[in-house]
């Protein structure tokens, strides 16, 4: 597995530290596509069924990652380091079980 050690961009100021989890995707994420998503690579990383799909979402600003344009191509992209800490967030939501109301 990549040791993300010494490879790391640099950090925008104020970012909270990585989680193990984020860092275990992070590594799959960049060891698989790079440190930018594009493409079916982030449709798939964002579990989107479709490019179609995935389009439609940056149309409508429901992409739940910031996206970047990439100079001199079609399309937009997104660091890995975004997709892996919502993948991280997604996964520790579906980790809470839900409440119910047994007041009857």
């Known amino acids: 597995m990549l040791e993300l050690e010494g490879h790391m961009p640099p950090s925008a100021g104020g970012q909270e530290p990585m989680d ?8 799959l994420l960049v060891e698989k596509h790079g440190w930018v998503l594009v493409g079916r690579s982030l449709m798939k990383a964002l579990g989107y069924p479709s490019l179609e799909s995935l389009r439609q979402a940056i149309h409508r600003g429901s992409v739940p990652v910031p996206l970047f344009p990439i100079e001199n191509r079609k399309g937009m992209g997104a660091l890995s380091t975004d997709v892996a800490k919502w993948m991280a967030g997604r996964k520790a939501i579906a980790s809470i079980p839900e409440q119910q109301d047994n007041e009857t």
């Open 20 to 27: 193990s989890l984020e860092k275990h995707y992070l590594n």
